[in-house]
Antibody, heavy 117, light 108 residues
Framework: EVRLLESGGDLVQPGGSLRLSCAASGFTFSGYGMSWVRQAPGKGLEWVSS????????YYADSVKGRFTISRDNSKNTLYLQMSSLRAEDTALYYCANLFNNRFDHWGQGTLVTVSS | DIGLTQSPGTLSMSPGERATLSCRASRSLSSSYLAWYQQRPGQAPRLLMYDAFSRATGIPDRFSGSGSGTDFTLTISRLEPEDFAVYYCQNYGRSQWTFGQGTKVEIK
């Protein structure tokens, strides 16, 4: 069974930083691209970032480019999202998902990031 | 970037009825990159359909997808209580992934 478990969400002040993690199991992690998708309270889904199975290719939504960094450690089956210069509009539930043929095949339950003073 | 517009925003239906959800793209896209997701209240999204027409693993056959070019449709032939949820379409193109704004299927 595929399992994706996000962690690291917290309350952080505007301008602050946070690192999210996503622990994967039940599939060959190193064989899949991975992504982060977020959902602001009461809103729809917004793609944030993706990276290739090896981690050498990364992609970002314009709204986070230059502030967020996606990475992975295939030896630990873990995906990361380093977030900096956080803004109120980054407040959301952040999901990790594995990518297969550019669709989001499996999703975690999400971790909540709240940016507020 | 391709924009995806879903309609209607909300669909009020009764169990057993047929539901038709629309996803319109701002320009023609490859059906290979059109997916649908279901999000039940308080839950994470889950993949329903991919490549516009193919059901994901474990998805019942009352769900079907159709369309091409700029117009795509998700049909639920007979609504079950667990189908009342929000549905999103999603596209990939030019290293960007895009979601529609969602259609909520609510109990009438």
């Amino acid at each position: 069974e595929v399992r994706l478990l996000e962690s690291g969400g917290d309350l952080v002040q505007p301008g602050g930083s946070l690192r999210l993690s996503c622990a994967a199991s039940g599939f060959t992690f190193s064989g899949y691209g991975m992504s982060w998708v977020r959902q602001a309270p009461g809103k729809g889904l917004e793609w944030v970032s993706s990276l290739s199975s090896s981690g050498d290719m990364t992609y970002y939504a314009d709204s986070v480019k230059g502030r967020f960094t996606i990475s992975r450690d295939n030896s630990k089956n873990t995906l990361y999202l380093q977030m900096s210069s956080l803004r109120a509009e980054d407040t959301a539930l952040y999901y990790c998902a594995n990518l297969f043929n550019n669709r989001f095949d499996h999703w975690g339950q999400g971790t909540l990031v709240t940016v507020s003073s | 970037d391709i924009g995806l517009t879903q309609s209607p925003g909300t669909l009020s239906m009764s169990p057993g009825e047929r539901a038709t959800l629309s996803c319109r793209a701002s320009r023609s896209l490859s059906s290979s990159y059109l997916a649908w997701y279901q999000q039940r209240p308080g839950q994470a999204p889950r993949l329903l359909m991919y490549d516009a027409f193919s059901r994901a693993t474990g998805i019942p056959d009352r769900f079907s997808g159709s369309g091409s070019g700029t117009d795509f449709t998700l049909t639920i032939s007979r609504l079950e209580p667990e189908d009342f949820a929000v549905y999103y379409c999603q596209n990939y193109g030019r290293s960007q992934w895009t979601f529609g704004q969602g259609t909520k299927v609510e109990i009438k």
